[in-house]
């Protein structure tokens, strides 16, 4: 057995599971057109590894804010099923499927919250994920996210201590991811793929080549 670690936004899903989350939730007007201004130039900061990932997670909440999961339960199921499954690239889950069948472990790594996270496991099947973590108060309310982010070297961490905490090792290990922001974790691999390579990840085209990793698309 040997663990598989893939990355979701870009890599696993054609697309931004925020992105889907905010579009279900237009959809269910429970926000409006208005609070996606901050969305469009976080995506090119996360991309080019400069975005302030605690502010980024503090505005993702706010429209649950005060909600627990049981109360987000409609929106939740909505959202896996008809926003994030037909973005789920089919050379992605056939790959997860064979390494399934292998006998091997597949792993989610994201910055992306926890809550959503949890829905493209779902869906593809995988035996455990890291993400950032939503923290809840003594109701189970939403009210904030933890600091320990599944992001650039905090995904290193979180992977490790997973390990740890499972006793894993990464003997035999793949990562996949798409831009700067997996880098530490696909130093931390024994075999490393970048993923659907373009115009906002340049730069981990070449550390790829350099370190002779394999380039991959996933369509």
């Known amino acids: 057995m040997a663990l598989m670690i893939f990355d979701i936004d870009g890599t696993i899903l054609n697309g931004d599971s925020n992105d889907q989350f905010f579009k279900c939730l237009l959809d269910h007007r429970i926000i409006d057109e208005s609070f996606l201004e901050f969305n ?11 975005l302030d990932i605690l502010g980024y997670y503090r505005y993702v909440i706010k429209p649950i804010a005060g909600k627990t999961e049981d109360e987000l339960r409609d929106v939740l199921t909505d959202y896996r099923e008809n926003y994030l499954k037909n973005k789920i690239a089919p050379a992605a889950s056939e790959l997860i499927r064979k390494y399934h069948s292998e006998g091997h472990m597949v792993i989610l790594a994201s910055a992306t919250m926890d809550l959503l996270v949890k829905q493209t496991a779902m869906l593809v099947g995988a035996d455990d994920y890291i993400a950032t973590r939503i923290k809840y108060d003594d109701k189970n309310r939403i009210i904030d996210v933890y600091p320990d982010f599944c992001h650039q070297e905090g995904k290193r961490k979180r992977l490790l201590k997973l390990c740890s905490e ?3 090792d990464l003997k035999g290990s793949h990562g996949y991811g798409d831009t700067i922001n997996d880098l530490a974790m696909l130093q931390t691999v024994e075999t490393a793929h970048v993923v659907n390579p373009g115009k906002y990840n340049a730069n981990m085209v070449n550390i790829a080549r350099e370190k002779n990793w394999d380039i991959l698309s996933f369509k």
């Open 40 to 50: 469009k130039t976080a995506g090119e900061k996360f991309y080019q590894g400069t």
């Open 166 to 168: 499972r006793n894993w």
